[in-house]
């Protein structure tokens, strides 16, 4: 089974910027990261495919974060920028072990599928 380690939360202002890591410890079809927010539902926010390179964005998050992989590392990384307070959640990176039709709907952005999680960084925007 993946071990995934997650770093890199923190506390900004709004405008500021973040930039999240997720380390595995073997190999992935795609790594997620996901975000929830106390009393909300776990949200996908954006997605990497490590066979093709193809990538996922929530509309939430699309043109303010950027995620891409080193695979020498074999780290995923969330580039957060322009965070608004509405941003403020733990988030979670998530990996798929197996190959899955991200491109279809309701796919890469739905927990269940997921066979690995890492534990958690908590991100803070402050208005």
């Known amino acids: 089974e993946v071990v995934l380690v997650e770093s890199g939360g923190g506390s900004v202002q709004a405008g500021g910027s973040l930039r999240l890591s997720c380390v595995a410890s073997?190999?992935?079809?795609?790594v997620s990261w996901f975000r929830q927010a106390p009393g909300k539902e776990r949200q996908g926010v954006s997605c990497?495919?490590?066979?093709?390179?193809?990538?996922y964005y929530s509309d939430a998050v699309k043109d303010r974060f950027t995620v891409s992989r080193d695979s020498a590392k074999n780290t995923v990384y969330l580039q957060m920028n322009n965070l608004q307070p509405e941003d403020t959640a733990v988030y979670y990176c998530?990996?798929?072990?197996?190959?899955?039709?991200?491109?279809?709907?309701?796919?890469?952005?739905?927990?269940?599928?997921?066979?690995?999680w890492g534990h958690g960084t908590q991100v803070t925007v402050s208005p």
């Open positions: 073997g190999y992935t079809f795609a």
């Open positions: 998530a990996a798929l072990a197996t190959p899955a039709p991200l491109a279809q709907p309701g796919v890469w952005n739905t927990a269940r599928y997921y066979d690995a």
């Open positions: 990497f495919n490590a066979y093709d390179g193809t990538t």
